[in-house]
């Protein structure tokens, strides 16, 4: 009677190593959260700017590849708890594909210095309220 031939069993818990190894070299995307201000975006306000605050330290964030959307970042900076804060032109924003009179959703996304990607979501209000004279 021939032995069995332990070659696959040895095959087997190669790849297993392998991937026990590269497993924790692969970045995990972050997800963070998001407050959008205004909250309620009004298409015939004259507001300039969307500012969406994070719970990402300022720090981590690679700034050129953040954006809105897909609306590019405008300024940016770091808040009293040291955390990054993105900063969209409003008339972008406005020019996405919004629904009126109900919730959108906004998605911040971008990459941190260890080459992670992030994203958080909001959903905001889109209205079309013209201002009644004076």
Known sequence: MKPKSRKPVFAGIAVL??????????????????????????????????????DLPYSQVVV??????????????????????????????KDLPLMIDAYNTVTLAGTTVNQQNFSGSQSILVVHNIPQGR
């Open 64 to 93: 050129a590849t953040v954006s809105l959307n897909g609306i590019e970042i405008q300024s940016w900076k770091s808040d009293s708890r040291g955390n990054f804060v993105a900063k969209f032109n409003m008339n972008d924003i």
């Open 17 to 54: 190593l392998v991937f026990f190894l590269i497993l924790p070299v692969v970045a995990q995307d972050i997800t963070i959260t998001i407050k959008v201000a205004p909250n309620v975006l009004n298409l015939a306000s004259q507001g300039e700017v969307v500012t969406v605050h994070t």
